[in-house]
């Protein structure tokens, strides 16, 4: 069973018991690793509605944004 069914199965309760539980875990991640979120590539599509690539598209078009965004991230990346 995929977890899209189980998430559709489940009551609103549980739902959130596991939202609950999977920033917890998040927390407790950033807390031990404040990089761990900089390196992150969701951090780079959340800039472009989740779409990675055009992350990359607006990066190559120059877009001095974005280059500060790419630059912090290998910076961090680095840090690893």
Known sequence: M????IWAIIGEA???V???SIRRAANAI?????????CSALRLA???DGI???F??????GSEEHKKV??????NLALL
Request: proline fraction near 0%; include cysteine.
């Open 14 to 16: 549980e739902r959130l």
């Open 30 to 38: 950033v807390e031990k690793k404040d990089v761990w979120m900089g």
């Open 2 to 5: 995929s977890a899209a069914c």
């Open 46 to 48: 959340d800039m472009e």
């Open 56 to 61: 990359f598209v607006h990066l190559e078009e």
């Open 70 to 75: 790419w630059e912090e991230y290998m910076e």
């Open 52 to 54: 990675l690539e055009n």
């Open 18 to 20: 596991i939202w609950r």
